[in-house]
């Protein structure tokens, strides 16, 4: 045997020093030795050696699986939380989805069975489709105007600091709802007589707002790239949108931020009718001021 | 022989029978880990020194488990709790391997 090096001699003055030497330099356990000594050198040898052994190890076995168990029990867990949650959202997605077109499929059969009872009356008939037309809730297509804001695609550089920003999508968030807004309002004032973005149509008590990283048209997020298309007059689009303040304003940003900017004529575009028709519970018919 | 026996079947009756920790016991798994580690180790090297003692080697257990936990209750109730367990494991880690060097010492001759 290769007995651990004896601590040097003046350490054991001090016995702080001793007890940390002693713990690095030779960690046995004094017990044994003192046993041992108290045996006077003969090996150990009582009837409750064994069990005792036994039990000894056995505490100690069941005591690193009890642990390893744990640990790696509660891991899953968490995990079966997450996909517990997961699957929840999904089957809420779905079920969105579904009643979506469910409403779709009613609104449909709705205009056509009225359609069929105003046959007979053909102007109440024509005011009831404009006025749905307006308000958003038939699909509609005709010629227009699509513009298109892009994020730029490299992120802020304030942000590159080799770590991953804290939410990607924030990276060189230079767009927000107010340029989305302003794009449609300039395009209203333009003559527009229908307007979605991103596929959502607008209605009259359509909002565009933020909220947290994603802009959101009537509570739907909308991620970059932007697409806001207006149904009118193409070329009274065109030619009212490029000489706008706010036409001017993105062909900087473009040049000085690197967004996209883009904007022409389209000869088909189409709508689809708004998926949250407006219940009107305040605003009544009626009272001329 | 024996130990080695009784430590597997302990092992494989924590897997088999999967008891749940009580949520009060859960901080001082970790400390009640490394003392039964230890005390493995440092009766590997006793038997290998052949100063091996039974009795020693289940009190030094029992005891290094119950004063490494009560070390770190105390700490949780003074505030300390976090340090005092990373000073049980520092104690307990480095006479883990001292031992270990040892039992390396003993087997190999180097």
Same mark, same amino acid.
């Given at each position: 045997?290769?007995?651990?090096?004896?601590?040097?001699?003046?350490?054991?003055?001090?016995?702080?020093?001793?007890?940390?030497?002693?713990?690095?330099?030779?960690?046995?356990?004094?017990?044994?030795?003192?046993?041992?000594?108290?045996?006077?050198?003969?090996?150990?040898?009582?009837?409750?050696?064994?069990?005792?052994?036994?039990?000894?190890?056995?505490?100690?076995?069941?005591?690193?699986?009890?642990?390893?168990?744990?640990?790696?029990?509660?891991?899953?867990?968490?995990?079966?939380?997450?996909?517990?949650?997961?699957?929840?959202?999904? %089957?809420?997605?779905?079920?969105?989805?579904?009643?979506?077109?469910?409403?779709?499929?009613?609104?449909?059969?709705?205009?056509?069975?009225?359609? %069929?009872?105003?046959?007979?009356?053909?102007?109440?008939?024509?005011?009831?489709?404009?006025?749905?037309?307006?308000?958003?809730?038939?699909?509609?297509?005709?010629?227009?105007?699509?513009?298109?804001?892009?994020?730029?695609?490299?992120?802020?550089?304030?942000?590159?600091?080799?770590?991953?920003?804290?939410?990607?999508?924030?990276?060189?968030?230079?767009?927000?709802?107010?340029?989305?807004?302003?794009?449609?309002?300039?395009?209203?004032?333009?003559?527009?007589?229908?307007?979605?973005?991103?596929?959502?149509?607008?209605?009259?008590?359509?909002?565009?707002?933020?909220?947290?990283?994603?802009?959101?048209?009537?509570?739907?997020?909308?991620?970059?790239?932007?697409?806001?298309?207006?149904?009118?007059?193409?070329?009274?689009?065109?030619?009212?949108?490029?000489?706008?303040?706010?036409?001017?304003?993105?062909?900087?940003?473009? %040049?000085?931020?690197?967004?996209?900017?883009?904007?022409?004529?389209?000869?088909?575009?189409?709508?689809?009718?708004?998926?949250?028709?407006?219940?009107?519970?305040?605003?009544?018919?009626?009272?001329?001021? | 022989?024996?130990?080695?026996?009784?430590?597997?079947?302990?092992?494989?009756?924590?897997?088999?029978?999967?008891?749940?920790?009580?949520?009060?016991?859960?901080?001082?798994?970790?400390?009640?880990?490394?003392?039964?580690?230890?005390?493995?180790?440092?009766?590997?090297?006793?038997?290998?020194?052949?100063?091996?003692?039974?009795?020693?080697?289940?009190?030094?257990?029992?005891?290094?488990?119950?004063?490494?936990?009560?070390?770190?209750?105390?700490?949780?109730?003074?505030?300390?709790?976090?340090?005092?367990?990373?000073?049980?494991?520092?104690?307990?880690?480095?006479?883990?391997?001292?031992?270990?060097?040892?039992?390396?010492?003993?087997?190999?001759?180097?």
């Amino acid at each position: 045997m290769t007995a651990p090096t004896d601590p040097p001699e003046h350490v054991e003055k001090n016995f702080s020093t001793k007890l940390l030497v002693d713990l690095v330099l030779d960690p046995r356990e004094p017990g044994y030795e003192e046993a041992a000594k108290r045996r006077g050198g003969r090996p150990a040898n009582h009837w409750f050696d064994k069990p005792l052994l036994t039990v000894g190890c056995l505490l100690a076995g069941f005591l690193l699986a009890v642990a390893y168990a744990h640990t790696h029990r509660s891991a899953p867990e968490t995990a079966k939380v997450h996909s517990a949650l997961v699957d929840r959202v999904r %089957s809420a997605e779905t079920r969105t989805d579904e009643l979506a077109r469910t409403e779709q499929h009613l609104t449909d059969e709705v205009n056509t069975i009225r359609n %069929s009872a105003l046959a007979g009356s053909g102007k109440l008939q024509q005011q009831l489709r404009t006025e749905q037309l307006q308000s958003g809730q038939t699909p509609v297509s005709g010629p227009g105007l699509r513009v298109t804001l892009t994020e730029p695609s490299t992120p802020n550089p304030s942000s590159g600091n080799g770590r991953a920003p804290e939410t990607p999508t924030s990276a060189g968030n230079i767009l927000s709802d107010r340029d989305v807004r302003s794009v449609v309002n300039q395009l209203w004032s333009d003559g527009a007589q229908a307007v979605a973005v991103n596929g959502i149509r607008l209605t009259p008590t359509s909002a565009i707002r933020f909220a947290g990283e994603a802009v959101l048209v009537d509570l739907q997020p909308i991620t970059s790239p932007y697409v806001i298309e207006a149904i009118g007059d193409a070329n009274q689009l065109d030619t009212g949108f490029a000489a706008s303040a706010v036409a001017s304003r993105y062909q900087t940003l473009k %040049s000085a931020k690197g967004i996209g900017f883009t904007f022409g004529e389209e000869s088909t575009l189409r709508f689809p009718a708004t998926s949250t028709p407006a219940t009107l519970r305040y605003a009544t018919p009626g009272g001329t001021p | 022989m024996i130990a080695a026996v009784a430590l597997i079947i302990g092992v494989v009756a924590g897997l088999l029978l999967h008891p749940t920790v009580p949520t009060w016991l859960e901080p001082y798994l970790p400390i009640a880990v490394v003392a039964a580690l230890d005390a493995v180790f440092g009766g590997v090297r006793a038997r290998l020194d052949g100063v091996f003692d039974a009795k020693v080697f289940v009190v030094s257990f029992i005891s290094n488990v119950l004063v490494a936990a009560l070390i770190v209750y105390l700490g949780d109730k003074l505030g300390v709790g976090s340090q005092l367990s990373t000073a049980v494991v520092v104690v307990l880690g480095i006479r883990i391997f001292g031992n270990a060097a040892a039992i390396r010492r003993h087997l190999f001759r180097a």
